[in-house]
Each structure stands twice: as structure tokens, then as C-alpha cells.
């Protein structure tokens, strides 16, 4: 019993890591990568659509991505989500293709994403010690309900909070390693 909660745990604060790593990659380095467009969404008939099941995303260039909807009446909807959001791009569309321009970073700019991921690293290591919580809780109710001893318990706690440590150091060796990118350019 105690086995498949930790398991259950381990396979939840993995997800939460590679959550973490999907949500550095939307991040703008100064290179084109469709990935920059991933967190986007639009406002179409009423609801929040992914721009990817809108639009295809190209990075023909280094510097330029290109979005092309499949719906054309989607253009200015894309447009204004792109201007609205916090990726520091401005579209430039000719009716039937969006292209953005990947200027290169300035300082300040550079400074605002590094402080855009530490706080996604954060959400991050919320999300791992949410789930050390909540099977803590789960192990104290079976002790409570006498399935397992205190001994049994305390063990497991200790491989939970080993667990918690090093998705939590996956999860600073990710931030160390997008801070490197978006500062070194």
C-alpha cells in the first residue's frame, strides 16, 4: 500500500517537472522556436483555443516564426493574442500568414524573463511539495486507520521527502539551466 502511493507520488512530481520544462521552453531566448507560441491562447467563439489547434507554427528562419491559421477569419483574433500577451513580439500579417519578428534581447528584457521563469520554477516546486502534502496526508490516514505501523510510516515519509528533494533540484537544474540561456543570448 505504502509502495503504490509513493510510486503514485513519484510518477506525479515527474509530470510536475516536465510540466515545469514544457512551460521554460514557451520562453523566449532569442532564437525563433514555434515552442514561444505554446502557452498562447486565443479567444474564438467564446472559448480559449490553443493557438497550435488554430494555427501551424514555422520557424523558417532563425530570427522569424510564421503562423498560418487554417481559419483566415482567425488572423486578428491570433494578432491581438500575440499583442497581448507577455512575449514581447509584435505581428506583422499580410492577410493569410502571421510573421514575428525574434528581436534580439536587451538587458532589461533579458532580466524580465529570467524573472518570468524563476517564477514558472516556482508554480513548479508548488506543484512537487503538493503532491509531498497530499501523500503525507494519505500515509497519516493509513496509520491513523492502523493498515501500517509508525515505523513503516516514518520510512516512507523519509523516501517521500528524498523523492521531493530531487524533483525539486530537477527542477533548479532547469531554471539554472534557462537562466544560462536567456542571459548568455
Known amino acids: 500500500m505504502i509502495d503504490d502511493l509513493l510510486a503514485g507520488a513519484r510518477d506525479r512530481m ?18 525563433a ?3 514561444l507560441l505554446d502557452r498562447l491562447e486565443i479567444d474564438y467563439y467564446g472559448a480559449r483555443t490553443p493557438l497550435r489547434q ?18 483566415k477569419t482567425s488572423i ?3 494578432e491581438k493574442a500575440i499583442m497581448e500577451s507577455d512575449l514581447g513580439l509584435t505581428p506583422n500579417s499580410d492577410g493569410t500568414i ?9 538587458e532589461e528584457r533579458r532580466r524580465e524573463l529570467v524573472k518570468v521563469v524563476h517564477g514558472l520554477a516556482e508554480e513548479g516546486r508548488i506543484a512537487v511539495r503538493n503532491i509531498r502534502r497530499d501523500t503525507m496526508h494519505d500515509l497519516r490516514e493509513l496509520k491513523q486507520e492502523g493498515d501500517v505501523g ?6 516512507a515519509e523519509g523516501e517521500l521527502q ?9 527542477i533548479d537544474e532547469l531554471l539554472k ?7 548568455g543570448g
Open 54 to 71: 488554430l494555427s501551424s507554427v514555422a520557424a523558417p528562419e532563425g530570427r522569424l516564426l510564421t503562423v498560418t491559421p487554417y481559419d
Open 76 to 78: 486578428k483574433l491570433i
Open 177 to 183: 539551466g534557462k537562466e544560462e540561456e536567456i542571459l
Open 14 to 31: 515527474t509530470k510536475s517537472v516536465e510540466a515545469t520544462r514544457h512551460e521554460f521552453a514557451t520562453v523566449r531566448t532569442g532564437r
Open 98 to 106: 502571421i510573421r514575428l519578428q525574434i528581436p534580439e534581447l536587451t
Open 33 to 35: 522556436s514555434p515552442n
Open 150 to 155: 509508525a515505523d513503516e510510516e516514518r520510512r
Open 162 to 170: 528524498e523523492l521531493t528533494d530531487l524533483e525539486v533540484k530537477k
